[in-house]
């Protein structure tokens, strides 16, 4: 084999190893599924339960309900939880489009946030 080709050989060794190292920015947090789920139609009350790809930091994760009216308000977190899942209860909601606005913060120290839309139906 030609020295040079040894070398392209290594070089691409190199870069396949590098591709299977988990990266740091991998253990963001991103929502690997909702419920309600995007533009879901859903009934006045329902469960909240989002899950994450990784592990979330509850005391600095936040939820927030915007109304169709456009005012906003806290949701309050459940308490039992899995360490990667944020879940709340949402009651009484009025027909119209609300918009679900997470905000978590991962173990690797960032923050990630997001809308998950959804109706309430008549
Ligand atoms: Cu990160």
New binding site residues.
Partial sequence: MQPSSLRRRAVFFLIAGAALLPL??A??AIIVSSDPAVDAVVRPSLPVMLRFNSRIDPERSRLTLLRPDGSSQPVPLAPDRRPDTLAAKLDGLAPGRYRLRWQVL?I???ITRGDIPFAVGE
């Fill in positions: 740091p920015a253990a963001h991962a690797d120290g960032h």
